[in-house]
């Protein structure tokens, strides 16, 4: 076996032993620090791993409209109270707007009208969820890269966040309402979308109305619902508990790589 080779086949066999503690999901683990250390240890691991191994702009496997899963089933939110969202869903969202701020030059405010107006997507994908379920829909959404552009990145935006409507947990700290956040290589890779449909319909509202994160190439935690805001930032450590994401504040691994 030439060196290259061996060295491929190692990083292939740590990629996949680092997944599998993400699909473990194991309670035992993470309330352990010891156990948490570890658990971050295999999530750069992983990051690392797939970076080399995958190009930045690989395509997540796509289905055919029959591979369709006759029910995907919903998870999370399916239905939030925070009055914001509601005043916005009884009226059909035709009050909503898309803010997209912080690190950026030109800040926007959409409306639904308007996302639909930008360069869009459609794609048939299977949505993996850290429970260990899996299911198939079909997506379609302003591509987040374009809209970024739209905006105008500076030179010290690193990550992009994704601030929600709903509220998962009554906290102290304020830390329950949902957000998500990803680098730029996944803002910019072609899949990665603001869906406003699904289905060929209207995004319901279980599965995120009226617009969700799909970044096809992560687990489904980091596929954010009820999208409200996307901020550009330098780093999330000020948000939330600071581990960029409302289940990564509670022992979920940041990146989520499949």
Avoid at 212 to 217: A, H, I, K, P, T
Wanted: aromatic share 8%.
């Amino acid at each position: 076996m030439t060196t290259s080779a061996h060295r491929r086949g190692w990083l292939q066999a740590a990629l996949a032993s680092a997944g599998a503690l993400v699909l473990g999901a194991c309670d035992r683990i993470t309330n352990n620090p010891k156990g948490i250390g570890f658990l971050e240890s295999a999530e750069g691991l992983t990051q690392r791993a797939q970076r080399l191994l995958v190009d930045r702009k690989a395509l997540a496997r796509e289905f055919k409209p029959a591979d369709i899963s006759s029910d995907f089933r919903p998870n999370g939110s399916i239905d939030p109270t925070d009055p914001d969202y509601v005043a916005l869903r009884d009226k059909g969202f035709a009050d909503y707007r898309l803010v997209v701020d912080g690190l950026v030059d030109r800040p926007l405010s959409l409306s639904l009208a308007e996302l639909r107006a930008l360069p869009a997507r459609s794609q048939i994908t299977r949505h993996d969820c850290v429970e260990g379920w899996s299911s198939i829909g079909k997506w379609t959404g302003a591509r987040l890269g374009p809209l970024l552009d739209q905006a105008g990145l500076k030179k010290n935006a690193r990550y992009i966040v994704f601030h929600c409507g709903d509220t998962l947990e009554q906290t102290l700290d304020g830390s329950g309402q949902y957000y998500e956040s990803i680098d730029l290589i996944d803002a910019y890779h072609p899949q990665t979308i603001l869906a406003y449909a699904m289905n060929d319909r209207p995004l319901p509202v279980p599965h995120g109305a009226p617009l969700r994160l799909r970044v096809e190439r992560q687990l489904g935690y980091k596929h954010a619902k009820y999208v409200m805001r996307v901020e550009a930032v330098a780093d999330y450590a000020h948000l939330g508990r600071g581990k960029g994401g409302f289940w990564e504040d509670r022992g979920y691994e940041w990146y989520a790589g499949i």
